[in-house]
């Protein structure tokens, strides 16, 4: 035993061998665990599959997935669905609690949720069969309100699902206000109009005439249902003019941006037009009072607009801490007063165009004096549209019975419908002789102008939801109303056979003809902005509601923070 001066023993020398980076997952889990052996049980227990579940994943096989997703306490994929699925319950519960026999099966509220929770499952049914998430959703209402068993939409009334379908009417105005961009609209105005009214109006005539000596409709109503049926789907045509903006195709004659400027101003055309001759038809005043009904609706609707599009420069005002999210309120307050009231006022066509002029004017100063907060309310009104879409397309479906359709409808809807796409594909080209385009271009335009959905989807059952309405309240049906009411469910039959038919077929012509039709160019500077432009058309419609409640891909765990939650803050119940 050595000692040094001092008479003590000197430190010992200890010699370190290299060791292994630390994995700070694992000392932390193991601290966790450390620290939990003296607590109580439920602590230790916990601790211990944590620390289980911070193991990697790379080398486990499919069994042993499954059976780590199984451990408790819930996470992952399964803690996040489980959350969402328990939320919904709370709100059903809330909702069973305040309004009762409404909410229990059976009821108008329970039938709702049937109908939009199986739109959503139908829609990410088509999408996984690369079709329109539109025709799923349309499908599944269509199902629940014919197929014996499970008739649920039977229970849905009247009033309900024409407010709610006049609810998403006033969304898709908002955002076609907003979304019309002055600068683009200056430098393709020439092409722009011609594509957007001349394709339009001559299909709508051709319609009309085909309506009036095929099904024996009047010249009113022959109008009225080409105009229903002339519109073109932002649902489908905008997704798929971006992705042709991301791989340049097209985009050195500004064919993208052409068609989705195009595509806001013809829906916004054909809703007005739809919306006066409606409101024609139902007048009740005399003949004169009849003639003035359309310039007393377009005086009233350009007027509201106005005034309310520049009321909303100054409020909120711009140092408004929550400017956007009053914008989006006010906004949406107004469009739902102008459309509502002017039904109730029995100017149906003054609400439409009030919506219209009131969102353009109010976005165009926003864009100009604040972007981004511009941007943001879009971005509201375009969650909003999520939501609604399927509750939308699912009504519209379920609207449509069965047992009420003729057989000759079918088969007479359907060469309507083709007369009338046929007038359109062959005078496309002639409205785009302004814009420069090759033959190839051209072709490629009067395609992308085929599919059908949204305004078909938001009016086909306008006619038919109005008649049925007035002839519950009287005591002696008025035998005009009968007729007309025959004539809104052949209208809603039409709409439904023109969404089946064009929507898939015209995103198949697009996916398929956009190689072999259209030249491929870096985009150049202008055109990014164009992308910019389709983009804020789009406004989050890349992800339907389906993959915000169940998303497809989720993120890989962190190792680092085992005990910390799952997902980023993105995966928000939105």
């Known amino acids: 035993m050595f000692l040094n001066s001092n008479g003590k023993h000197p430190p010992a020398v200890i010699e370190m061998q290299p060791t292994e980076p630390i994995d ?13 052996k003296n607590g109580s049980f439920s602590n230790r227990w916990t601790s211990a599959v944590m620390e289980k579940n911070t193991r990697p994943t790379e080398h486990l096989t499919g069994v042993q997935r499954f059976r780590r997703a199984l451990l408790c306490p819930p996470h992952g994929a399964l803690a996040y669905n489980l959350t969402k699925i328990i939320a919904i319950i709370a709100l059903f ?4 609690a305040i309004l009762k026999a409404e909410a229990f099966p059976g009821g108008n509220l329970w039938a709702l949720l049937v109908v939009t929770i199986c739109a959503m499952i139908g829609e990410e049914i088509a999408t996984k069969l690369r079709l329109p998430g539109l025709l799923g959703m349309l499908i599944a209402g269509l199902l629940l309100q014919n197929v014996p068993g499970i008739r649920v939409a039977t229970s ?21 206000g907003l979304g019309l961009d002055i600068v683009v609209l200056r430098r393709l105005s020439k092409s ?41 789907s932002p649902a489908v045509l905008v997704p798929s003019m971006l992705a042709l903006q991301e791989n340049g195709l097209g985009v050195d004659k500004g064919v993208p941006t052409l068609l989705v400027a195009a595509s806001s101003i013809e829906n916004v055309y054909a809703i007005e037009v739809f919306s006066v001759l409606m409101s024609v038809g139902f007048a009740t005043t005399s003949l004169t009072m009849q003639i003035l009904q359309a310039p007393i609706e377009i005086v009233i609707g350009v007027s509201y607009g106005l005034a309310t599009g520049v009321l909303f420069w100054f409020f909120p005002h711009n140092g408004h801490p929550s400017k956007s999210a009053y914008r989006f309120i006010i906004l949406l307050g107004a469009g739902l007063t102008a459309v509502f009231g002017g039904n109730a006022l029995k100017y149906s066509g003054a609400g439409p165009l009030a919506t219209l002029i009131m969102a353009f004017i109010a976005g165009y100063e926003w864009r100009k004096s604040d972007a981004p907060s511009h941007k943001e309310v879009a971005e509201k009104l375009a969650k ?15 609207a449509v019975s069965i047992e009420k359709i003729r057989p000759e409808t079918v088969g007479l809807g359907i060469a309507v419908i083709f007369i009338g796409v046929l ?5 496309t080209p002639f409205a785009t002789l302004g814009a420069n385009l090759n033959w190839k271009e051209k072709m490629f ?5 085929f599919p059908k959905a949204t305004v078909q989807a938001t009016l086909g059952s306008k006619v038919y939801d109005y008649t049925t309405l007035v002839l519950s309240t009287q005591t002696v049906p008025d035998p005009y109303l009968l007729r007309v009411q025959q004539i809104g469910i052949q209208m809603l039959t039409i709409a439904v056979l023109c969404i089946v038919i064009t929507a898939p077929l015209g995103a198949l012509g697009i996916t398929f003809t956009q190689n072999r039709l259209l030249q491929k160019k870096k985009p150049t500077e202008l055109e990014v902005s164009e992308r910019e432009f389709i983009e804020e058309e789009l406004s989050g419609g890349k992800d339907n509601m389906v993959d915000s409640l169940f998303p497809r891909n989720l993120p890989k765990k962190r190792h680092s923070e085992p005990n910390m939650r799952m997902f980023p803050d993105e995966f928000t119940f939105t």
């Open 24 to 36: 700070a997952s694992r000392v932390d889990a193991k601290s966790d665990q450390q620290a939990a």
């Open 93 to 96: 519960s809330a909702l069973v």
């Open 156 to 176: 849905i009334t009247p009033e309900w699902s024409s407010s709610l379908r006049t609810v998403a009417l006033v969304v898709i105005l908002l955002r076609a």
């Open 192 to 232: 722009v109009a011609s594509v957007a009214f001349v394709p339009s109006t001559t299909e709508s005539c051709a319609v009309a005439v085909a309506a009036r000596y095929i099904l024996g409709f009047d010249w009113l109503w022959s109008f009225v249902l080409g105009y229903l049926l002339t519109a073109v």
């Open 384 to 398: 909003l549209w999520r939501y609604f879409q399927p509750v939308l397309f699912g009504l519209i479906g379920a």
């Open 423 to 427: 007038v359109r594909f062959f005078v």
């Open 445 to 449: 335009a009067s395609i992308a102008w």
